[in-house]
């Protein structure tokens, strides 16, 4: 069965400019997380959806947020864009609600650079 | 709160050697535990994971890795290193009952040499 897809995989921003990526988990994951990966800072737990709502959330400011639909496919948007934030973003999915108890399928991420 | 060490940046393994990359992490009760791996330009992959029970657990493409409560350890190891095990390891580890995600070790660089 397909993976968990990302889109787009690169993306090129301009500070104070929004982004949206998109995940589609593998079909009857009905859990979607995103993670930030940076040289610096590593890979970081941003938020976690399951059935639409948002179950648990990283230590990053409010312009980072994001929505999961009733397919299960989530979106994150970051607004009001800075230099810190270019990033690998990586989308996990699962299939129950797993916090940190199960197992992360992840997608190949979506490059982002804000210049 | 939780927190992953990986104390190794890089490590240079010839091919046939034996692995083993370190992990240790700090935690309060019973952690759930991960590594995963990345190549280049992909996703991370789940090699295996501990929840309970047996202390050495087996994971996909010759990798296991053993649970030491006492260390605070978890370190990943395989027997003999194919070149294609070059990638970044990443050890992480997870709370029970649906709380925060994973935390994620800074990752070990792994080459490998001829």
């Known amino acids: 069965k397909a993976g968990v897809t990302q889109t787009p995989r690169y993306l090129i921003k301009t500070r104070g400019q929004q982004v949206t990526l998109s995940c589609s988990p593998i079909?009857?994951?009905?859990?979607v997380s995103w993670y930030q990966q940076t040289p610096g800072q590593g890979l970081q737990f941003l938020f976690e959806?399951?059935?639409?709502?948002?179950?648990n959330k990283g230590n990053f400011p409010g312009r980072f947020s994001g929505r999961q639909f009733s397919n299960s496919r989530s979106e994150m948007n970051v607004s009001t864009l800075e230099l810190g934030d270019s990033a690998l973003y990586l989308c996990?999915?699962?299939?129950?609600?797993?916090?940190?108890?199960?197992?992360?399928?992840f997608g190949e991420g979506s490059r982002l650079t804000v210049l | 709160a939780q927190s992953v060490t990986q104390p190794d940046i890089h490590i240079t393994v010839s091919e046939g050697a034996s692995l083993e990359l370190r992990c240790n992490y700090s935690?309060?009760?019973?952690?759930?535990l991960f590594w995963y791996v990345q190549s280049p330009g992909q996703g991370l992959q789940l090699l295996l994971k501990?929840?309970?029970?047996?202390?050495l657990v087996q994971g996909i493409k010759g990798f296991e890795a053993e649970f030491k409560r006492s260390q605070s350890s978890f370190n990943l190891r395989k027997p003999s290193v194919h070149w294609s095990d070059a990638a970044e390891y990443f050890c992480?580890?997870?709370?029970?009952?649906?709380?925060?995600?994973?935390?994620f070790g800074k990752g070990t660089h792994l080459i490998i040499q001829p």
């Open positions: 992480a580890v997870g709370k029970g009952g649906g709380a925060d995600g994973l935390t």
């Open positions: 079909s009857g994951h009905r859990s």
């Open positions: 959806y399951f059935s639409e709502t948002q179950r």
């Open positions: 996990a999915s699962s299939s129950r609600a797993t916090g940190g108890t199960g197992e992360l399928f």
């Open positions: 935690y309060g009760a019973t952690p759930y």
């Open positions: 501990y929840f309970s029970g047996d202390t």
